[in-house]
């Protein structure tokens, strides 16, 4: 059984481009939430996809869209990036759609927007 | 959603038990009480869940109290390695709503 992994590891943007970060869920698991991290914080909710649809979302701009796929794995994408853009991006992902299981992270992706 | 308060750090010496406290005054009757731990550029790992009384398992402890207000999380005899973020989230039991976590307690644990 894999656990979550993400790519890349790193990640430098500069102000106004766009990004494409990705996530493959643990073996068995229909749902992936995606957290955003700044230094020294805890994380942040984004949003969460079950079986392709999203199925919550938290305080981000529209700029901040996602995908799932047949396979369970996601996409997080960023437009016209901004300097506070830059974060740990956290994905998680879970057996069901709902909070109190457990959701098991990946190791994120360090994103610098200059 | 509940809020959860917890110190924002703590120190210990190896060997030692550490017990970390949360409060969540407006917790919901569905609402979990779930704990994650964190080291420096890895992601959150959950360590321990409970709804009532004391919930255990081969990592932690999870106390928590008939009103439900608040819940200790235990580590017996820590060592350097249980160096890092410990996190307390409240969620209710529905569908799509976010983990909400705040900033955590870091344990600094020394020889």
């Known amino acids: 059984e894999t656990g979550v992994t993400q790519s890349p590891t790193h990640l430098i943007k500069t102000r106004g481009q766009q990004v494409t970060l990705r996530c493959s869920s643990q073996?068995?698991?229909?749902?992936v939430s995606w957290y955003q991290q700044a230094l020294g914080q805890g994380p942040q909710f984004i949003f969460q996809?079950?079986?392709?649809?999203?199925?919550g979302r938290g305080n981000f701009p529209p700029r901040f869209s996602g995908l799932q796929f047949p396979n369970y794995s996601s996409e997080l994408n960023v437009n016209a990036l901004e300097l506070d853009d830059s974060a740990l991006y956290l994905c998680?992902?879970?057996?069901?759609?709902?909070?109190?299981?457990?959701?098991?992270f990946g190791p994120g992706t360090r994103l610098l927007v200059l | 959603l509940a809020k959860t308060t917890q110190p924002i750090s703590m120190d210990s010496y190896e060997g030692q038990e550490v017990n970390i406290t949360c409060s969540h005054n407006?917790?919901?009757?569905?609402?979990?009480i779930t704990w994650y731990q964190q080291f420096p550029s890895q992601g959150p790992r959950f360590i321990i869940q409970?709804?009532?009384t004391k919930v255990t398992n081969e990592v932690a402890s999870l106390f928590i109290p008939a009103d439900r207000k608040s819940s200790t999380l235990s580590l017996p005899r820590v060592s350097l390695s249980d160096t890092a973020v410990y996190y307390c989230?409240?969620?209710?039991?529905?569908?799509?709503?976010?983990?909400?976590f705040g900033k955590g307690t870091t344990l600094s644990v020394s020889s």
């Open positions: 998680a992902s879970s057996a069901l759609a709902g909070p109190q299981e457990t959701q098991y």
């Open positions: 073996s068995g698991h229909n749902t």
């Open positions: 996809y079950y079986r392709e649809e999203e199925n």
């Open positions: 407006n917790i919901a009757t569905n609402d979990y």
């Open positions: 409970g709804y009532k």
């Open positions: 989230l409240v969620a209710p039991n529905q569908a799509g709503t976010a983990l909400i």
